[in-house]
């Protein structure tokens, strides 16, 4: 039984993670427990957080629903291959795009894209950041263009990509609150559907599900 001892291991990790305030462990806990979707990482932190809901974690990080549905899986196939938190965890990845107009972009991603503000630096505004749901956006503002205009467009070079859930919902939404599409939704070969927007500045983001 190697690998639930590992388990209760990585269980007990996280519930230490939770009371020590580590925020990566918030996104975690926010992807795979849907009664926390709806709360920001501070949030999170702040809620009661017990041995229960750290082993129902790592059991559907495992793929299975429950714990105890964990434990039959682990019992039918003891070489079951499971995470190992004792590992560092790779949580977010935050793209920086470049801007010309801190407070346009903020306004454009906040009212076309759905995005909220969590911070603005600098006087005038030169950086700041934007999320939707575990998404961070990070916006720099640069004086000159960083990229040519025409040769990103024509290459489709990509600033970010999001993955989702729900791409046809999103691009949706998107329709209805006039966004500039680069690329329209589309089937791709390798299965994905994919569209990707165009922001003031010309950055391209690609949203695919």
């Excluded at 519930?15 to 949030?43: C, K, N």
Aim: glycine residues 6%; proline residues 5%; hydrophobic residues 40%.
């Amino acid at each position: 039984m190697r690998n639930l001892e590992n388990l209760k291991k990585q269980a007990k990790l996280y519930l230490r993670w939770h009371r020590d305030g580590y925020y990566p462990v918030a996104t975690e806990i926010r992807m795979f427990l849907t009664r926390f979707q709806s709360l920001s990482d501070d949030q999170i932190l702040e809620q009661t957080f017990r041995l229960s809901d750290a082993q129902e974690l790592v059991a559907r990080k495992a793929g299975f629903e429950n714990w105890d549905a964990l434990n039959k899986g682990i019992q039918t196939m003891p070489d079951l291959a499971v995470p190992d938190a004792s590992y560092p965890f790779l949580a977010i990845a935050e793209p920086q795009l470049f801007v010309s107009d801190i407070k346009a972009s903020c306004d454009f991603y906040r009212v076309v894209l759905g995005f909220e503000t969590r911070f603005i630096y600098g006087e005038p505004p030169y950086y700041c950041q934007l999320a939707r749901d575990a998404v961070r956006l990070n916006l720099r503002h640069v004086d000159g263009p960083v990229f040519d205009a025409g040769l990103r467009s024509r290459q489709h070079l990509l600033s970010a990509t999001i993955v989702l859930d729900d791409v046809k919902a999103l691009y949706l939404e998107y329709q209805e609150r006039g966004a500039l599409f680069h690329q329209t939704l589309k089937s791709e070969p390798w299965g994905a559907r994919t569209f990707i927007i165009k922001d003031p500045d010309g950055n391209l983001i690609a949203f695919a599900g």
